[in-house]
């Protein structure tokens, strides 16, 4: 069973001018094998910073990351990365954008056309092959960016806001899209996001950080029957379980942004 | 007593008031901007400069140097300048485009001024030499012109050479580094040649081929709008020629300054210069040779005849200050 | 279509309103030749093989200056903006050495390379090495780090990122360095040619300058522009040609 990440007691801090500046301070949590995890917190709270560091972009200045027990030192396709921004290479056309892992492992051209074909079906993208990232809309891209990642069968996936850029309608779209495709998968997803709806939908356990420097505020376990529908946002556990998270954040945005102006 | 004090006091006031006022109405201030070559050939200009001789006339003079005449003369053209010393090739260049070109007095002769100078070591020793070789020539001046009477007198033409445009400070170093065999000039910059050669340069002179006149020109416009200042102009500059011909080492001194050549070098090219304020025959003459040499070589006169060049001359200013200097009719 | 007769019809206009102006004697047609007569000077210039040679001149030394120069500044800026050792050491000399103004240089290099092709393809190069090792720079430079961690976590190696990542990455703000850099071939190597040449257009417009032959001088200002043109237009089509993303991401910006 591979794919299980621990992190204890993580700190990360920049240097900056004259100061030292902590992004997230004492973080711990954990994604089990095939667990569905979201991290929810108020903007600027290290979010990402925790989702870096597990992907290896940035090493923990305190504390320790593993995945699967082992100390990560740097970026692997074991661990796929989905960014809120897409990241997707405009100089390569759709297929050469999700062909690009298996191409750089070596792996035989045939056998590439073939699964980057499965996948370019997969999310219904077969017309758009010879596209360029920038001739699509930001849901096609998002599904571009997913395929980039899954073709290279990762046994993490770390999602960093991956729908904060699109639209409400497909957003909601995107969200089906990856629970899907999680459920026939079934890799380990970390999934980091400020949408609490989004966060209880898609996961079995959230965890709500505090304000800068963010640490590890509450735990959730989301106990919802899966497979999971649209619908079931109107369950009275659903709502229950987002008010919870509600107040939780609420809290942490009002230790930023001050309490509400009264009139 | 307080009384008469006073009226002593009006008195010279009225006469001192009287009189500044006289001075100012006869001796008012003119401004003019001169342009003027650079080259040995100047000297009288430089002298006036230095010895401020304007002032005497009540001039306020502006002094701008041009690496050559035939650039002063496209200031003047374009009404940068009001007067500027040129030599006689690029006026009649000039005139084919831009007949409101006047000339008011040559100010030097000399037909030892422009030279040829080579490099030994590109098989030069002797003018015949020169066939098949690599000239450098300033367009558009006296050095052209000279340039192809000198190479004609050899028999030879133009054909015969490749002539290269080259601004006259440019072909000391261009001979140097090997870039032309020769080049044709007025000085200083065949003695810059000279000197940056050594033993390796070869000098000849023609002197039977052209006599350069350097003139000061000025346009039709300006004449018109102040003849005054024109023939206050030309005052000076009688001084200031004087002054140059009776006091050579002062002149020379003073050249020296302007160009960087050295005082012996100057001491001996210096009586190669006839400086002189005249409005001779010569000039007419010279004017015409080059515009008939013009029209034959380039298409410039296309389909119009030559200008007829003693009305380029103003000489009535000149004749008015020095009656002798004028020998046109 | 239709765009090309709107762009023509402005250009024809000049023509016209440049001819009736030199054909009514508003202005001298001796100072201000009509488009007729720049054009038959052209016309008998190129018969007489003399134009032919100055553009073959003119060309060689401008691409020659512009690919050496490029190539160059592709390198150094490319090195200097990834690898901090080389940064340290090359930057400050670029620095130093960019201000001065590349025409400031046309005496000296005449005295250094002779009037010959060496002194005007060092020159050329000199233009062109300063805005390509710039544009390299920054491109190389700043390359969003988001494309390199998104590569290294789809596994790409080490080694491969130059030239499966920084490289395109930075490719936009390398081409509008070398686009800015041809018409700045051009300006450098006029003035080259005019300071002193065997040929060249250049060297024409400064030789004919000086005996008012206004007509062939301004017959190979027009080509000079001309050619400027035709060079721009080349390199827009070669790229898009090459890169056909390129376009794509320009217009989206």
Redesign the interface.
């Given at each position: 069973m591979a794919g299980h990440v621990v992190v204890k007691n993580l700190g990360i801090s920049f240097t900056g001018k004259d100061k030292t500046i902590w992004a997230v301070k004492d973080v711990s949590l954990e994604v089990k094998s095939r667990e569905f995890v979201s991290l929810v917190g108020v903007s600027g709270c290290g979010k990402s910073t925790v989702i870096n560091s597990i992907a290896g972009f940035v090493p923990p200045t305190v504390g320790e990351v593993t995945v699967d027990n082992q100390p990560i030192t740097e970026p692997n396709s074991r661990r796929g990365v989905v960014f809120q921004s897409f990241v997707l290479f405009p100089w390569k056309t759709v297929f050469e954008n999700i062909a690009f892992g298996p191409r750089s492992r070596d792996v035989d051209e045939k056998a590439i056309t073939e699964s980057v074909d499965q996948y370019l079906k997969l999310m219904g993208l077969m017309k758009f092959a010879d596209h360029y990232p920038q001739q699509l809309s930001g849901g096609m891209r998002q599904r571009v960016a997913l395929a980039r990642v899954l073709i290279n069968d990762p046994d993490v996936l770390l999602m960093d806001e991956p729908f904060g850029a699109l639209d409400a309608q497909t957003r909601i779209f995107m969200q089906e899209v990856v629970l899907n495709l999680w459920e026939s998968t079934h890799k380990s997803v970390l999934f980091v996001t400020h949408d609490i709806d989004e966060a209880v939908f898609l996961s079995d356990r959230v965890y709500v950080m505090t304000a800068a420097p963010g640490s590890i505020k509450s735990v959730y376990d989301i106990e919802l029957e899966r497979p999971r529908h649209a619908d079931i946002r109107l369950d009275q556990k659903f709502l229950l379980y987002k008010k919870e998270l509600y107040e939780a954040i609420r809290e942490e945005s009002q230790k930023v942004l001050g309490p509400l102006p009264t009139f | 007593m307080v009384f008469r004090n006073f009226k002593l006091m009006l008195g010279i006031l009225i006469l001192v008031l009287v009189v500044s006022g006289c001075g100012r109405v006869s001796e008012e201030e003119s401004r003019v901007t001169l342009g003027q070559g650079m080259g040995v050939l100047n000297a009288p200009i430089f002298v006036t400069n230095k010895m401020n001789f304007w002032e005497s006339q009540s001039l306020q003079v502006n002094v701008r140097p041009f690496v050559a005449g035939r650039l002063a003369l496209d200031s003047l053209i374009a009404g940068d300048i009001d007067i500027a010393t040129i030599g006689d090739t690029p006026v009649v260049y000039g005139l084919f485009k831009h007949p409101n070109l006047r000339i008011i007095a040559t100010v030097m002769e000399s037909n030892r001024d422009e030279k040829v100078i080579a490099r030994r070591d590109a098989g030069i020793d002797s003018p015949d030499d020169l066939k098949g070789k690599r000239i450098g020539v300033f367009f558009g001046t006296a050095g052209e012109y000279y340039a192809i009477r000198f190479i004609e007198a050899q028999g030879l033409s133009k054909e015969d050479v490749s002539f290269i445009n080259l601004k006259a400070p440019d072909m000391v170093a261009a001979l140097s580094n090997g870039s032309i065999d020769a080049y044709v000039s007025w000085e200083p910059h065949v003695q810059n040649g000279l000197r940056a050669l050594g033993d390796n340069a070869v000098v000849f002179v023609n002197p039977d081929i052209y006599t350069e006149t350097w003139n000061l020109v000025t346009t039709v416009e300006f004449f018109n709008n102040s003849p005054e200042t024109v023939r206050r102009v030309l005052r000076a500059v009688v001084r200031g020629v004087e002054y140059t011909n009776a006091n050579r080492k002062e002149a020379i001194d003073i050249t020296e300054e302007q160009l960087g050549l050295s005082r012996d070098v100057l001491d001996s090219i210096w009586d190669d210069y006839d400086f002189k304020v005249v409005l001779s025959e010569n000039l007419v003459t010279t004017l015409k040779n080059q515009g008939e040499w013009i029209q034959a070589s380039s298409d410039l006169s296309k389909g119009k005849s030559l200008p007829d060049y003693r009305q380029v001359i103003i000489d009535q200013p000149l004749r008015e200050i020095l009656p002798v200097a004028v020998s046109i009719p | 279509m239709r765009q090309f007769a709107l762009r023509s019809t402005g250009i024809i206009f000049l023509l016209i309103l440049w001819e009736l102006v030199s054909r009514t004697n508003l202005i001298?047609p001796?100072?201000f030749p009509p488009p007729s007569q720049v054009i038959s000077a052209l016309v008998s210039l190129t018969l007489s093989g003399q134009l032919p040679k100055d553009v073959f001149a003119s060309v060689l030394r401008a691409v020659a200056g512009f690919v050496l120069g490029s190539i160059a500044g592709l390198f150094v800026g490319a090195v200097s903006g990834r690898i901090r050792a080389f940064d340290a050491v090359l930057t400050p000399v670029v620095q130093v050495l960019r201000p001065i103004p590349v025409i400031a240089l046309v005496?000296l290099a005449?005295?250094?390379?002779?009037?010959?092709e060496a002194s005007k393809i060092f020159l050329v190069f000199w233009g062109v090495f300063f805005p390509v090792w710039v544009s390299s720079y920054l491109g190389i430079s700043r390359v969003?780090k988001?494309?390199i961690?998104?590569?290294?976590?789809?596994?790409?190696?080490r080694e491969?990122l130059w030239l499966?990542?920084i490289v395109?990455?930075a490719?936009p703000t390398i081409i509008t360095g070398l686009r800015t850099s041809i018409s700045l071939a051009f300006i450098v190597l006029v003035a080259a040619e005019m300071?002193?040449?065997?040929l060249g257009v250049g060297?024409r417009i400064?030789?004919y300058?000086?005996?008012?032959?206004?007509d062939k001088m301004m017959g190979y200002i027009v080509l000079m522009g001309a050619l400027g043109f035709i060079a721009d237009r080349t390199f827009a089509y070669l790229v898009n040609r090459a890169?056909?993303?390129y376009q794509?991401?320009v217009?989206?910006d």
């Open positions: - | - | 001298d001796g100072l005496p005449i005295v250094w390379f002779g009037l010959g969003d988001n494309y961690w998104a590569a290294r976590s789809i596994g790409i190696r491969k499966q990542v395109p990455a490719l300071a002193g040449s065997y060297y400064s030789a300058h000086l005996v008012f032959q206004i890169l056909p993303w794509l991401s217009n989206q």
